[in-house]
């Protein structure tokens, strides 16, 4: 399958999960967001991230949650978007902010005073 075809599913997927996770009774797992969704060459897998805003206690509450309600999503996907195979699909933890953030602080700490030659 053509990669441009694998790109355009896996922002199908993501778009439609996202409006599913909406949805769901998420109670005290933060503020959730689907940021992106990766679907294998063969359409058999794919693993989706999501963002959580809120402590790690919610970011662990919200893994856990959307693991539990696998077989929910997984169907309301099926029913979605049709496609020879509905990826198996394996949630995990966006942390691309966390990682900027600590990069920022870590670069504000290096922070040189310019001298003056």
């Given at each position: 399958?053509?990669?441009r ?46 963002s ?58 290096l ?7």
């Amino acid at each position: 399958m053509s990669h441009r075809r694998i790109e355009r599913v896996s922002e199908l997927v993501k778009q439609q999960i996202g409006e599913i996770v909406q949805q769901l009774n998420l109670a005290g797992c933060g503020f959730v967001t689907v940021t992106s969704a990766v679907v294998s060459q063969d359409l058999r897998d794919g693993r989706v991230y999501v963002s959580v805003i809120g402590t790690a206690k919610q970011q662990q509450a919200a893994i856990a949650a959307l693991e539990e309600a696998h077989g929910h999503i997984q169907h309301e996907l099926s029913r979605r978007v049709i496609l020879k195979y509905t990826p198996r699909l394996k949630f995990l933890l966006d942390e691309t902010e966390s990682h900027a953030q600590r990069i920022e602080h870590l670069l504000d700490e290096l922070h040189i005073e310019p001298s003056n030659d």
